[in-house]
């Protein structure tokens, strides 16, 4: 640990020119005798590293001093300093550590190339999480995460999307994928590569069973070939509907990855005039997740194609009218929630 800290000091003095010991022990979180300590060592090593006492006084490192650890570029400097915005690294507990390791990096940029950086991580935020949607809960992530590093096998305890109970399972880990702010997990089961959705697993036990991972195994190849057989199932299943003209935006916020984008109009004649609304395509992996997803809009959404999700809808709305319309216990309304969508996992 003070060797990381010996050189985090060098690399700030190096950044800042002069800090007070006092700026220095807030960055480091240690006590300013610590710092003190710390400076005195790298006199030692050689560091050519002073003090000066008085209102502008501080540590420093001797004029032209300099040690270039990065021969980074300018744009490989701003790629990694976006990167390291809102992501997933705090589920994995190493966000702190990627903000340690770009203050080091920081520090022995190129003056022009250090202003682009902290210009680039300034003006670019990425936010990997769906709209209204809260952050799913990865209790187990921390033990999973453990099963790939030290490639052992992982017992878990499953609950499919279509199951009433949970199934252990003995799998051998692959590695951890984020998509869209939701975690899985690639791994084998019978020697069978899958997907698990991480927030669906209830209990994890790291076993001291060596996994079988292949050796020359691509993950990302896999995950692309994983998503692709998922895309052809949900393909086929196209839906046409009508939609009010007041909620076609809002419709294609929050449906936005299951909307198909008609071809250009180039007359500008929309169908919003003759029809009482606009009429869009929208692609679901299953007839069970388009009826999950519009059933939220009522009748600002009508479903013309197919045939038989015109039939599912209007099965689930009797049933929803059968329940609220005879009226129900007084029980405080929960948040209202806009409508979602209920495209369901079809991975395992």
Known sequence: MRSDRLLSILLLLQAHGRLSARELADQLEVSERTIYRDVEALSAAGVPVYTERGRHGGIALLPGYRTDLSGLTASEARALFIFAGRGTLADLGLEGELRSALRKLLSVLPEV?????????????????GWLRGREQ???????????????RLRIRYRRPDAVEARERLVDPYGLVAKAGTWYLVAAEGGEPRVYRVGRIEASELTEQPADRPRDLDLEALWEEMLQRVEDLGSSVEVQVRVHPDHVAMLRQLLRGSVVEPPADPEGKGEEAATGGRVLTLRFPAEAAACGALLGFAAKVEVLHPP?????????????????????????????TGPGSAAGDVFT
């Open 308 to 336: 038989t999700l015109r039939r599912s809808m209007a099965a689930a709305a009797r049933e929803l009218l059968d329940l609220y319309g005879g009226g129900g216990p007084e029980i405080p309304a929960p948040g209202a």
């Open 113 to 129: 190339h250090r202003s682009q950086a902290e210009q680039a991580s300034e003006r670019v935020v990425i936010d990997p999480q």
């Open 138 to 152: 990865v209790p187990h992530l921390a033990t999973i995460q453990a099963a790939v590093w030290r490639e052992r």
